[in-house]
């Protein structure tokens, strides 16, 4: 079943064009990760996908679709007394059982009476996720969650990811310019600058010109890092989104 999928997706600002003609759908349970270099438009599809941006094109949505989202930032001022058990009732209250699961699921179950302003980089991005997860989502969003962190501390936190999809089936859909992190913790993965480059498996993409002519021959072992062992069969298709009718605006409908 598609979650989400979207035909001919344009965005512009003040006359650019940040965005031109992508397509682009995600499956249950499936991690999907967009790269492109900085500028490229990457978080801008998240934003257009979740109808957070006007946008020319058709984005289709399953209906009742629940969404967890993890944000590139999140400003909290260190003065100001909210532990992450209070950080994890806004905007409502859950229930002691659902925090504790949703900590220790984000690898923060320590972090419950920690400040949020006390918290390091990764300690508060598991504070984040652990918020994304009391909704259980059926499609987990995350946009550069892991700015700031080394690399180790970037690899630990997507395999975090990883098996939180295997043990809730929830689809995952990651926006980064950490390529050598990333596109080994993926089903499939789409590159794009202002437009669809390439997609594909994170092993085919790595070898395609249009990747290479953006990021260079540098990232060859961005893939050694670990890899998955379930079947890519089904991700093969470079595009696998049935046409959807065109109009001067997005429109969202539900399927």
Excluded: W
Excluded at 179 to 185: E, G, K, P
Aim: glycine share 8%.
């Amino acid at each position: 079943m598609k979650l989400i999928e979207a035909d001919g997706l344009s965005v512009a600002y003040r006359g650019h064009n940040v965005l031109q003609n992508v397509d682009f759908a995600i499956e249950a349970g499936e991690i999907v990760t967009v790269v492109g270099p900085n500028g490229s438009g990457k978080s801008t599809l998240m934003r257009a996908l979740i109808g957070a941006l006007r946008c020319e094109g058709t984005i289709r949505r399953k209906s009742d679709l629940r969404l967890g989202y993890v944000p590139q930032r999140l400003m909290i001022d260190a003065a100001l007394p909210m532990t992450v058990n209070r950080f994890l009732d806004l905007p409502h209250k859950s229930s002691k059982a659902a925090k504790t699961r949703a900590l220790k699921e984000a690898g923060g179950e320590h972090l419950a009476k920690r400040q949020m302003g006390q918290l390091s980089g990764g300690q508060f991005q598991r504070a984040l996720l652990a918020r994304a997860l009391l909704n259980d989502p059926e499609l987990l969003i995350l946009d550069e969650p892991t700015q700031g962190l080394d690399q180790p501390g970037s690899a630990a936190f997507y395999q975090q990811i990883e098996n939180i999809r295997n043990r809730r089936g929830c689809a995952v859909l990651m926006v980064s310019h950490e390529l050598h992190v990333v596109m080994s913790a993926s089903d499939r993965v789409i590159c794009i600058n202002g437009h669809v480059c390439c997609q594909g498996r994170p092993d085919v993409v790595a070898q395609a010109e249009e990747y290479r002519a953006l990021f260079g021959t540098g990232t060859k072992g961005a893939l050694a890092l670990y890899r998955h062992e379930h079947s890519h069969a089904h991700h093969d298709r470079a595009a696998d989104v049935p046409h959807l009718h065109h109009k001067d605006e997005c429109t969202h409908d539900h399927v």
